[in-house]
C-alpha cells in the first residue's frame, strides 16, 4: 500500500529548463526528472523555499519553447553525511492559459506513449 496523495501522475522526463523568481532576477539553468499536468520536478542543490513563486522556461522535446509560472510546493534539501539522490523541488503550476495546459497535456501524454 502506498501514502502517495498525488491529483496527477508523473512521468519521468530529462529536461533542460531555466528558471527564476516571479519578482524577476537572473534565470538559473537546471533540470527536471519529472512532469505531470499539475507541475514539474526541478533538480538543484539549491532550492528555492516553499511557496516561492518562479517563471520556468523550457522547450519539450519536438515543439517551441514554453514560459509557464510555478509555485515551489515542496523541497527535497541536500543532506550532508546523508546521500540524497533526488535533491530538488517539486513546483505546482500557477495560472496556466488554457493553451499552456493544452501544451502541457501533450507532453506528459507523449512521454507517457514512448515510456
Known amino acids: 500500500m502506498t501514502n502517495e496523495k498525488r491529483a496527477f501522475e508523473r512521468k519521468q522526463l530529462r529536461l533542460e529548463l531555466n528558471y527564476r523568481h516571479a ?10 526528472t519529472n512532469i505531470s499536468d499539475g507541475g514539474i520536478f526541478i533538480e538543484t542543490a539549491h532550492p528555492l523555499p516553499t511557496g516561492a513563486t518562479l517563471v520556468i522556461r523550457f522547450t519539450p522535446p519536438g515543439g517551441d519553447e514554453i514560459e509557464v509560472d510555478g509555485r515551489v510546493a515542496w523541497v527535497n534539501l541536500v543532506r550532508t553525511g546523508d546521500e540524497n539522490p533526488n535533491p530538488g523541488m ?13 501544451i502541457i ?5 507523449t512521454v507517457a506513449i514512448l515510456g
Open 23 to 32: 519578482d524577476g532576477g537572473n534565470f538559473l539553468f537546471e533540470r527536471s
Open 105 to 109: 497535456g501533450s507532453i506528459v501524454k
Open 90 to 102: 517539486g513546483i505546482r503550476w500557477v495560472d496556466l492559459t488554457p493553451e499552456q495546459r493544452e
